[in-house]
């Protein structure tokens, strides 16, 4: 095949070697725009794994790059006056030049053409090319000249940064938070040859304004940071190479994602590599990763299908949809890792510890998670847990071991709790006249035995016609306090679990079928009258309801009083208001659902007016020392909907109006929502209100192992977490949960004790099996 490889990067440096290598007599050309043996740049990174395929792709390369390149395990942070570190990290570090020269050298004798000074406008230039790769760069000109085909999407990162380097040498990836009158700013900083350290400086928009960065040329600008970095650059200067921008050479990240990567012109097949076709922030250093791993692929599918013309259709298909599926994971990576970055200040910065603020940087990503940081440094992360530990108030046991995170006991106004983790609620529709029946004594009490620290019933409805649907719960009568109260009795004098009622009105998601007789579908008969924000009905079919006048409101107000009192009455622990999810009270804080033109609707003051209304009445008849969290959809998923911008607007209300938790869930306000779901995909919104808004939150949503629990928490992303499918596939999920992570001393039921020690020894036995 004749292949044309235009940009001489290392993605089309690294395909043009590894298809020469396989098959000598493919014709291959890299076309490059600078001059032979020039590049710029400072030092890119990778990690372990990358050089580890390059090793078993092209070892003379490989070799070539590990004697050039510094390697190293540690990450060091520098913030407010400490210095902490880490290790078991492995990262690889090699100037851009040295890399580039190396593949060159490996392509030149291998017998690939470098064509160097060219500046290739079009692939249309090489007509006799079977394979155009369009390695070309974030700029490609052949993507952009191709928009319509390659789809790329394109948004501009609100931080700027700008890459500079030193001569100061260091031995640990080192990271730099140093706060100034107008913000905060952050160094990234690696060695990366025998010479230089790459030395990133980043900071937001607002500060880069009010410290008039732009209005500076580039020495005014790396005047100012050697200045602000003085302490970790010790008498060292920064330098750039960068003088052909024009201005300060302060940028913007800027994320790029392709719908199509590949195209036939007519003549060639065409197809992107490396940042031509995706970027990832550099905040997980993983560009020239994904363009080493985008060259492997390519070579591999070729290996595979075979090295002709006619197989390069079926080539690129594949190509793409292995490579897609491993990019948009390393993105949405770069993507949590650089959103950390971005609100670092006003999120973590100015609220967390030292000690906290290291661990949740360690884990911004997300990939990494607390098993994974025990793997890499067993001896920094126990020590991370028994500052942690100690904050909750714990001391070591004889052993001198402590629990991790999800154990630890957390307490809220009078109510401790004997560990983080909370069953979410999760409707049951087994109720009738909504009544807690047996089935419900079984299925909480189950659960009350299975270790959770919190235990929800369902949402529980302030009348007959606030439900959900015939078979919901319901707290609007003695008899049903009564059922609450047996409940509560059995929970507290068999577990140390403790007991929350969530209150609720439907609005109108109300008067349908059971979910297994028909989800959201309505009552064909049997049903009722629906109240709402506005007259707007929950599917085309459903039932319209009506726009709630101030009778209305007040009846209803009266409805969540009475339960509360009788919630009291039945000595639940824990109270939670339902303000999420497209019911009643969510329907005002909607802009989807709530239209109203009067003071409940428009602006996020009139919208919260209600919703707070109710909340300060149930605080009022609510015992003092028992806390009220408060459920939000923090996400509506449509557009027009709410956003985490306007949750942490209503959180920061209801916490001004006493409100002690916020539960952050999303969604199910609108039917047509298109939620982006994944491991931990709420728990995003947790982070930001806790940390923004100085509210303690549960996070919930795709929680499903210790290492998940334990990594919200001891991050502070959460104070709690909320699980809810996984304890209705195990009512002792929690007590299995601690088994699995080698935590024996969390005590069981004593009647149960004697399968404790068989399902721990069953363990062992597995793990030492593997």
């Known amino acids: 095949m004749r292949i044309v490889c235009i940009g001489g990067g290392p993605a089309g440096l690294y395909f043009a070697l590894l298809m020469k290598k396989q098959h000598p007599e493919h014709q291959i050309s890299v076309v490059e725009r600078n001059r032979a043996y020039d590049t710029f740049g400072w030092g890119v990174v ?48 090699i100037g851009r030049k040295k890399l580039l020269n190396i593949l060159q050298r490996r392509c030149e004798t291998l017998g690939v053409e470098l064509v160097f000074e060219t500046d290739v406008a079009s692939d249309l230039d090489y007509p006799d090319a079977d394979l155009v790769i369009a390695s070309d760069g974030f700029n490609s000109k052949i993507r952009n000249r191709y928009a319509e085909v390659f789809q790329p999407d394109l948004v501009t990162r609100p931080n700027r940064y700008i890459w500079l380097g030193t001569n100061k040498l260091y031995d640990a990836f080192t990271f730099d938070f140093r706060k100034t009158d107008h913000g905060w700013f952050q160094a990234h900083i690696y060695k990366f040859d025998e010479n230089t350290s790459t030395f990133i400086v980043e900071t937001t928009e607002e500060a880069y304004e009010k410290h008039q960065l732009g209005q500076m040329d580039q020495q005014g600008s790396i005047d ?46 065409v197809v992107l590599m490396g940042d031509a ?58 993507r949590n890792a650089m ?97 807690i029946g047996d089935f419900h004594l079984v299925h909480l009490g189950a659960r009350a035995l299975g270790g959770a620290g919190l235990i929800f019933g369902e949402m529980t409805c302030v009348s007959p016609d606030a439900r959900i649907t015939p078979g919901c719960l319901g707290l609007w009568n003695d008899e049903q306090a009564a059922g609450w109260k047996r409940f ?71 409805d969540f009083v009475r339960a509360t009192e009788l919630a009291a009455s039945a000595g639940a622990d824990w109270l939670e208001l339902h303000c999420a999810h497209g019911y009643l009270l969510s329907s005002f804080l909607s802009p989807l659902t709530n239209h109203r033109t009067d003071e409940y609707g428009g602006s996020h003051e009139n919208r919260a007016r209600y919703p707070l209304e109710v909340f300060r009445a149930i605080r009022a008849v609510w015992p003092e020392d028992k806390p009220i969290s408060v459920r939000l959809s923090c996400h509506d998923w449509f557009e027009g909907g709410n956003t985490p911008e306007d949750a942490a607007i209503f959180s920061r209300m209801f916490k001004e109006a006493g409100a002690d938790m916020i539960d952050c869930s999303s969604g199910q306000v609108w039917k047509e929502e298109k939620p982006v779901y994944g491991r931990l995909f ?55 949960e601690a088994a699995r992570i080698g935590l024996t001393d969390i005590a069981w039921p004593k009647q149960y004790y004697s399968g404790k020690q068989q399902y721990e020894t069953n363990l062992a036995r597995a793990v030492a099996a593997k």
């Not at 024009?246 to 990240?253: D, E, M, Q, T």
């Open 46 to 93: 990778f990690s372990d794994a990358t050089m580890q395929a390059m090793r078993a792709w092209d070892p003379e390369s490989a070799a070539e790059i590990e004697d050039a390149f510094n390697h190293w395990d540690d990450i060091e942070v520098w913030f407010k006056g400490t210095r902490q570190r880490t290790s078991g990290h492995g990262f690889v570090g």
């Open 224 to 269: 100012f940071c050697q200045t602000l970095f003085s302490e970790v650059l010790d008498g060292a200067e920064l330098m750039t190479n960068a003088r052909h921008l024009r201005g300060s050479a302060w940028l913007n990240f800027n994320r790029l994602i392709c719908g199509k990567w590949s195209h036939f012109n007519g003549k060639s097949h």
């Open 277 to 334: 076709a995706h970027t990832a922030h550099f905040a997980i250093g993983s560009g020239t990763k994904l363009a080493i791993d985008d060259a492997i692929e390519l070579a591999n599918q070729f290996n595979k299908h075979g090295h002709t013309r006619d197989q390069i259709p079926a080539v690129l298909e594949t190509y793409e949809e292995i490579r897609r599926v491993d990019v948009a994971r390393i993105q949405n990576a770069a």
């Open 339 to 435: 959103e950390w970055f971005e609100v670092v200040g006003q999120r973590y910065a100015d609220t967390l510890p030292p000690e906290q603020f290291m661990y949740s940087m360690l884990t911004r990503s997300q990939r990494i998670s607390h098993e994974n940081l025990r793997l890499r440094d067993k001896a920094w992360l126990e020590g991370y847990e028994r500052w942690f530990a100690a904050e909750a108030g714990v001391e070591p046991n004889a052993k001198g071991k402590v629990p991790p995170p999800m154990f630890t006991p957390y307490t809220l106004r009078g109510v401790t709790l004997k560990n983080r983790i909370v069953m979410s609620p999760m409707a049951m529709y087994s109720a009738t006249d909504g009544l």
């Open 488 to 558: 509560v009795d059995f929970t507290h004098s068999n577990s140390t679990a403790k007991v929350g009622i969530q209150l609720g009105h439907a609005g109108r998601k109300g008067a349908t079928k059971r979910a297994w007789d028909g989800m959201d579908q309505p009552l064909e008969d049997g049903g009722w009258p629906l109240i709402s924000a506005s007259a707007l009905p929950y599917l085309k079919h459903s039932q319209v309801p009506k726009a709630m006048d101030r009778a209305d409101m007040d009846r209803v107000k009266a």
């Open 682 to 736: 709420q728990t995003p919104f947790s982070d930001k209100i806790r940390n923004e808004v100085g509210i303690p939150t549960m996070a919930v949503g795709a929680i499903s192992e210790a290492d998940h629990a334990n990594s919200v928490i001891a991050a502070g992303r959460a104070d709690l977490c909320a699980v809810a499918r996984p304890h209705l596939a195990d009512p002792a999920w929690v007590l299995h």
